[in-house]
C-alpha cells in the first residue's frame, strides 16, 4: 500500500507530464490562450488559493506585466499597483532567494497591500527560464492552510521554471511578431509612396511630354505642306520616328501607373496586360477569371502589380509556348494562379532569386494580407505563382 507521500508523488509527476505535454505541443502563437489554465493546474496541484509568475524586469514604472490565477472566491491583485509596492517587488525578486511570510512578517504586510483581504502567508520562490534567472512565483492562501514547506518550494520551483520558460518563449515570438509588423507597415509606406511618386511622374510624361510632342507633331504637319517631294519623305521618316516615341512614352506612362485598372476594373486590366505581352510572343493564353469582386480597393493595385511583375518574368525568361491565368474563389480567400509551360528554374536559384521582382511580390503580398507561392514544374519545367489573399468581409456571402 502506497503512503500519502508516494501518491502525492506521483500524482506530481503525472501533471507535470500533462503540463509539459500542453505547453510543449501548443502552438507559440497560441500560447497566451492557454497559458491561464495551465497555470490554474499548477495552482491546483500545489494546493494553494493563488498563484502568480512574476518576471525580473527593471521596466516596472512603465508596464509590470505577470500571469496570475485565483481560485473561487479568492481576491485577485489589483490593477494597478504603486510603483513602490512594484519596487519592493522587484527587488526581492532581484536577489534569487526564498522570501516565506512565516519567517517573514514584512512579506506578508506587504503582501496585504496587493487586495483588500488580508492573506494568511505569502512565498517568493526564485524561478529560471532555460537556465537564467527569470523572476518569481508567487503563492498566496487566504482559505487553505497550507505550509510553504521544502517539499511545496521544491515543486513550485520545477512547475514555475517550466511556466517560466513557455511565457520566455511566447514573449520572444510576439517580440518578433512585432518587428514583423513593423517591417510590413515601413515597407506599406515606402511602397505607397514609391506608388505616389510614380503616380506624379506618370503624369507630367502623359501630359508635358505628351502634349509636347503632339505639339511637335502638328508643327512637322505644317513644315510638311511648304516642302517638295523628296523632303517631304525625309520628312515622313522622322514623323514616323516621333510616333514611335509617342507610342513607347504612353506605354511607359501606363506602366508608371495603370490607370486602366480603375477604368475597365482589375480582372479586364489583368487581361489586358496578359494579352498585349502574348500578343507577338506565339503564346497560347488561357484565361478563366472569376466575374465576383474579391478584392478591396486596397488591394486593387498590389494585385495587379503582381500580375504584371508575374507575367513580365514569363516574357523575360521562361520561353513558354502556354500560359494560363486563373482567378478563383475558395471560401473566404480568393487565389490567383499564373503558369507557364517554360523552362521554369532551379529551386535554389529561386530562394535567392531577388533579380526576378520576386521580394517585390512577397511584400505586396504581405501588404494585402496574402501569401504567394512559387512552383517549378516537373524536371524543372513550368513555373506557377499562386497568389492567396483574404476576401473582404463585406464581400463574403
Known amino acids: ?104 512578517l514584512q512579506l506578508l504586510e506587504l503582501a496585504c497591500q496587493l487586495q483588500q483581504q488580508k492573506p494568511l502567508n505569502h512565498i517568493l520562490i526564485p524561478i529560471q527560464a532555460m537556465g537564467k534567472p527569470w523572476g518569481a512565483l508567487a503563492a498566496a492562501n487566504f482559505v487553505t492552510h497550507k505550509a510553504f514547506d521544502e517539499h511545496f518550494i521544491r515543486c513550485s520551483t520545477i512547475l514555475g521554471n517550466i511556466m517560466a520558460s513557455s511565457i520566455e518563449r511566447l514573449r520572444h515570438y510576439q517580440e518578433l511578431s512585432h518587428q514583423k509588423e513593423k517591417v510590413v507597415a515601413l515597407n506599406k509606406r515606402l511602397i505607397e509612396d514609391r506608388e505616389k511618386q510614380l503616380k506624379v511622374i506618370a503624369r507630367d510624361l502623359h501630359d508635358d511630354f505628351g502634349q509636347r510632342l503632339a505639339s511637335l507633331n502638328l508643327e512637322l504637319g505644317f513644315i510638311n505642306t511648304q516642302l517638295d517631294n523628296e523632303s517631304q519623305k525625309a520628312l515622313y521618316d522622322v ?68 500580375s504584371q511583375e508575374a507575367l513580365a518574368n514569363v516574357m523575360r525568361h521562361s520561353h513558354a509556348t502556354a500560359l494560363s491565368i486563373c482567378l478563383n474563389r475558395e471560401g473566404k480567400f480568393a487565389k490567383l494562379t499564373i503558369e507557364d509551360n517554360g523552362k521554369g528554374m532551379a529551386q535554389d536559384a529561386l530562394a535567392n532569386s531577388s533579380s526576378l521582382g520576386i521580394e517585390s511580390m512577397l511584400e505586396r503580398a504581405a501588404l494585402i494580407g496574402g501569401t504567394i507561392d512559387f512552383t517549378v514544374g516537373h524536371h524543372q519545367c513550368g513555373f506557377s505563382v499562386k497568389l492567396v489573399w483574404p476576401i473582404p468581409e463585406d464581400m463574403i456571402n
Open 239 to 306: 514623323a514616323a520616328k516621333l510616333s514611335d516615341i509617342t507610342r513607347d512614352l504612353q506605354h511607359l506612362s501606363r506602366h508608371l501607373h495603370p490607370a486602366i485598372i480603375d477604368k475597365v476594373g482589375l480582372y479586364a486590366a489583368i487581361e489586358a496586360e496578359a494579352k498585349k505581352m502574348t500578343l507577338h510572343k506565339n503564346i497560347l493564353l488561357s484565361l478563366n477569371l472569376s466575374k465576383e469582386i474579391l478584392y478591396s480597393e486596397g488591394q486593387k493595385l498590389h494585385i495587379y502589380r503582381i
Open 1 to 104: 500500500m502506497k503512503n500519502q507521500d508516494d501518491y502525492d508523488f506521483a500524482q506530481f509527476n503525472q501533471t507535470l507530464l500533462s503540463i509539459s505535454t500542453q505547453l510543449l505541443d501548443t502552438p507559440t502563437s497560441s500560447l497566451a490562450e492557454v497559458m491561464n489554465s495551465v497555470l490554474d493546474e499548477c495552482r491546483e496541484l500545489l494546493g494553494v488559493d493563488r498563484i502568480s509568475c512574476l518576471p525580473n524586469t527593471k521596466y516596472i514604472a512603465q508596464e509590470w506585466s505577470f500571469y496570475a490565477v485565483s481560485g473561487k472566491n479568492i481576491p485577485h491583485v489589483r490593477p494597478n499597483l504603486s510603483y513602490e509596492i512594484k519596487a519592493r517587488y522587484q527587488a526581492m525578486i532581484h536577489s534569487s532567494e526564498v522570501f516565506n511570510s512565516d519567517d517573514d
